[in-house]
């Protein structure tokens, strides 16, 4: 578990996080969804004690992180995967990780099996890896040590499509033992696949909380049918406004079942029905994401570290 | 703009997987130093800096066999002839233990692992003493060894003008040069930076030094009370020239200029190396 309350980050005139509290719960895989420059990373730095807050707690497992006595063993931590030494080899840096939280040397070989890194890559330096294969070793360091918590910044940056998947199974596992996982994204999409719960935060500021499905049905429903004015004037009728959609299909804000009562009721057939995509939580993502675009251009930390998972 | 709230649990009973609380023993300090030991020899270049203290000083001596004529070795051209890169050598292994976690930001993962960065950086300060000290050891066997080489292939009895109170002072004097190294480490927490800072301490000053002392009579007069190198210096000559032994007023300036150029920014840098923010 992992309980934030007021978290603040200044940096001279710039509030880069601002009182941000939340608690992710153990069994959940909590989303935190930002456009790049948003504060996921400064608020992820604070909570392991990297960065000291201007104001704000975070505990972890009921203690601050500086409090845990060995804290590999509770809390696996993946800020950035570049952020290793070239010349070490995956191998030598999971021994390393183990070495210092006192494990027994088969737990490197499990850790290893666990992110699908083969013996061989591990004998290479990772100065030659690929972000994605530097993205594997970076949560085998983190799991390596059995811990209760996940803390992983931008974990899926570098990985294909079935990169992504194999990320949500792994996660979904770790949480389904009852661990708790925080991984930050600046894509919708990946938190979409990934997590149960989602944070999102713009310009330091959280702006929406909420599991999956709350958060993705605000965008209504959407219904195909025969005759889509007919069903317009019927759903109007019932007090639902409704939008068509060039596909012809209609838009509304009333729930599925609903649309479906009044479909029956009028005699229309349908020929689709379901939940409309993600149309809220992606509108509002898309202008956080364009006012820090423009804020970006004042600021070229941005563009540093766009790409880099930084 | 939906707010619902996810958190229900509560703060007090943080539930652990199949593992009471509290079950975790802390981290011993002997793990932090086998681990940062290890990290200082793991890489390339680390192995390369450590094994060029060995061959640098194997060359130094086969050198000073060569170069200076059998009747003028005695123990003391082959310790300054190996003394001299090791000055050089050792203060970088204790500037690049600090500054390649900062460099290669593997301050990330240290700290993380190690949240208190007040052992991790005495681990790194205490291995650099011992590096130091052992490098040094080395430095005065093989100094040894040729010295008795030579003096066996001239056939000639060896001639020993260093004695232990002079290998202590030779000592000292490098064990300070790396407290500068590691000074310099924590204050810039950059590798460039850090050996520019270095060579500029190291080469640059005593030249101005020197040049000032030349053409200003009340500072030639007082160089002592400010120049912390001339005063490190006297450690090499003392334990060379046979003399073996500082006056006290002489260890009161080394400790004075010691305070000033070493141990007041040493402070600082600690300072900021222990709060600064990682990332
Ligand atoms: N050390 C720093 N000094 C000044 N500004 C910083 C510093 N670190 C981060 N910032 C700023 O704080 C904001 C949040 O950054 P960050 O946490 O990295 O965002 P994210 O991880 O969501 O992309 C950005 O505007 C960034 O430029
Ligand atoms: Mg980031």
Redesign the interface.
Known sequence: ?I?VDGLTKRYGQLTAVDEVS?????G?V?GFLGPNGAGK?TSM?MM?????PTSGTA?I??RR??E????????G?L??A???????TGR??LS??A????LPKAWGDAALERVSLTPEEARRRVGNYSLGMRQRLGIA?ALIGDP?VLILDEPANGLDPAGIRWMRDLLRGFAN???TVLLSSHLLHEIEVIAD?ILVIGNGRI?????KE??LT?GGTLARSADPAALAAALRAAGHASKQASSGALHTEADAGTVGQVALATGVALTELRAADSTGLEEMFLALTDDSQRDGLRDETDTKTEGTA? | MSDVTIASGSVDTPPHRGRPAGTISPIPFARILWIELRKMFDTRSGLWLMASILIVAALATVGTLILVPESDLTYESFLSAIGFPMNTILPLVAILSVTSEWGQRTALTTFTLVPSRARVISAKAGLCAIIGVSALAVAAVLGAVGNIGAAAFAGVGATWDVGWQGLVLFAMANVIGMGIGFMLAVLTRSSPAAVVAFFVYYLVVPIVSTAVAGVQEWYADHVHWIDFNTNVNRLFGAGFTGDDALSAQQWFQLGLTGLVWLVVPLTVGLRLALRAEIK
């Open positions: 578990m309980t939340f608690t992710a719960e153990p959940r909590m990373s730095r392991v004690g990297l960065s000291e505990h497992l009921g992180f500086g845990l006595p060995n804290p590999g063993r509770e809390v931590v800020l950035d570049s952020a290793q030494h070239g010349g070490r030598e840096i390393l990780a070495g210092t939280m006192g360091v209760d033992d009852g661990g719960d702006v929406a909380r909420g599991t709350q958060l605000e930084a």
